[in-house]
């Protein structure tokens, strides 16, 4: 929902210890009041009161998510993202590259897609925001060979809609999920970039120089004149040529060739005079007598830069020159592209190889030569209806977990790997509210204070048929703020008086708060729950987690949860290494968990994000400084462990929860229990 139908509250009934400040208040927030609280659990964090039109919300998407219908009380928490893709996922970039997902920042310019009249379309968009955890990963194999390692949570667009990587039939974790039956939306797995190497260097000058250059020697009676000279109106072209020419040895000037006008645009040139130059040069354009594969990709760039086009879907390479086409010719076959030859009969004799084959073959051709003129790789307003091979083979649980990575962006989407994939849907909401997406998401928290009135009203609405409902999946419903708010109370109850099912997923022991309340409203609905445990030592809790509940205390909220008929499930993370992945450590950690009466422990090694890593570099040099040699060369490559290290942890939390009876995915059901959802990714991070 937009948030400019919010109204604000009385200035009265605020919470204990509140006063109002005067942060600026977001411009679609008109008229909510803004506090700050004294307590250091709130330090630097503003709440925005604002009296809600609405409060039970269908998820956008056409409901092609996990659930249907949602309640957020609060927008905005420090622990509300979902983390997907393996970090070299190729995503495609506005400028017609790809970059892996893990190197994405915000700001950059990519492409998404949006729906105009019949079709879905690429259009460019921008990534607002990016996050990285580590989380269980699954392969999914398509059928011309691409591949994609992503979180069971993440979406990609099929022939039937959005769909999740794993998902269930029947019960809670209900939602459409990916089979073999699907075929996938795009243009399949993009080509590897070409090596920057001397061979595609020199075939990227013998296509240039030859099809757009002017080099000859005259012959004069004061002598001989020598002349290079190559005028573009495309900077990257020019540049790369000059800059190829220069790593031979060849130094030219620039100089302004035409000036702007009305409908041509400035063309800038290189030239030199040089007979040693020009010897250099004609012998770099010479054809070769065996081309080797990076030549002839060098080739196929430097020609299409020099007289190639792509408009309207039609990728033409045009010249009057025989040498030139059959070069061309031969190396696209030699790639396996397919074309054809056209003359359209000009007195100059200048025909056209045209690329067949589509957009899957146009993006294969750009990303497999890699042109320099950006603008002729555009595929803005291209229609998303091409018939790639893009069925789905397996989808295979790779039985570790991995570093993920998800992003937001404006449309909501992007391109992986030449598939459509959804975005992460929950900072994005916190843009609709002119606030940021990154920091101002963990600081500024909108407070719905009418929220329980809101939820008992819309469920009794007539329209309204008692679907389940889901809160904790956008931002927790129990973070710090529903203490001093207390918003869950009255929604419960209205859930409860009207027999409604509803899941909460959280990690704070304020639920137990509640319990009375989850208790009665299982007697008459399904109610699904679910915790972050990495150790049970309290020295070590104290020394690293100083912030957070105890061990023993998370344990306890696991505990009564269970004894009271809810099944939960338990994170085992951070695993700290060299500190708490040892044996006994995990022994006892798995064993405490079982005795809890978890019914599943998912482990996971510590990621240190920056400023976390910072942090605990820090702790670590003061308190353990024999450690440091050992996270240095864990951590040499990034915020994580190498994955044969998770590999061996997570076997061996495996072997100790089955010593322990504890089996990940056997959970049953519970009376009237759904099956919980998954315990938050962001409890991975170490603050």
Known sequence: MRWDNLSAPPDEGAPDGAAPAAPPLPLALPGAIARTFDTPGFVGMTFYEVQAKSIINRVPGASRVPFQWTINPYRGCSHACRYCLAGETPILMADGRTKPISELEPGDRIYGTERRGAYRRYVVTTVLDKWSTVKPAYRVMLEDGTT??????????????????????????????????????????????????ADYR???????????????????????????????????????????????????????????????????????????????????IRWPAEPSDDWRLGFLAGIFDAEGSCSRGVFRISSGDDEILDQTAAALSHFGFTWVLEDPGLPNQVRNIRLTGGLPARLRFFHLTDPAISRKRSIEGAALKCQAALRVVSIEALGLDLPLWDITTGTGDFIANGVVSHNCFARHTHTYLDLDAGADFDRKVIVKVNAGE???????????????????????????????????????????????????????????????????????????????????????????????PSPRRRLDAVRQLTEAGFEVGVLMAPILPGLSDDDESIEATVAAVAAAGATSVTPLALHLRPGAREWYAHWLARE?????????????????????YQRELTARVRIAARRHGLHRGEQGDNRKLPEPPPAPAEQLTLL
């Open 454 to 548: 809101l939820v008992r009203r819309e469920l009794a609405a007539p329209r309204w048929r008692g679907a389940h409902i889901a809160m904790g999946t956008n931002v927790d419903c129990y973070q710090r703020a529903e203490g001093r708010y207390r918003l869950m109370p009255p929604i419960i109850e209205a859930l409860r008086d009207f027999a409604n099912p509803f899941s909460i997923l959280t990690k704070g022991t304020l639920i137990l708060r509640d319990l009375p309340l989850l208790r009665q409203a299982a007697e008459v609905a399904r109610v699904g729950l679910s915790y972050s445990v990495g150790f049970v030592d309290e020295a070590l809790w104290r020394a690293v987690e100083p912030g957070t």
């Open 202 to 284: 020199r075939g990227y000058l013998c296509g240039m120089v030859r099809g757009d250059a002017h080099i000859g020697t005259y012959s004069y009676p004061h002598g001989r004149v020598y002349q290079f000279r190559l005028a573009l109106a495309d900077e990257e072209a020019l540049g790369r040529t000059q800059r190829f020419l220069a790593d031979v040895g060849v130094q030219t000037k620039r100089f302004s060739f035409a000036p702007v006008s009305a409908n041509r645009r400035a063309i800038t040139a290189i030239r030199t005079s040089k007979q040693r130059d020009i010897e250099a040069i004609t012998e770099l």
């Open 148 to 197: 994609l390692v992503a979180s069971g949570d993440h979406r990609f667009l099929s022939d039937r809609g959005w769909k999740y990587v794993t998902g269930a039939i029947s019960g809670a974790g209900q939602r459409p999920y990916l089979t073999t039956n699907n075929r996938l939306i795009g243009t399949g797995r993009f080509a590897p970039p070409p090596k920057d190497s």
């Open 624 to 644: 353990v400084p024999d450690l440091v040699p050992r996270y240095r060369q864990l951590y040499r490559a990034g915020a994580y462990a190498p994955q044969a």
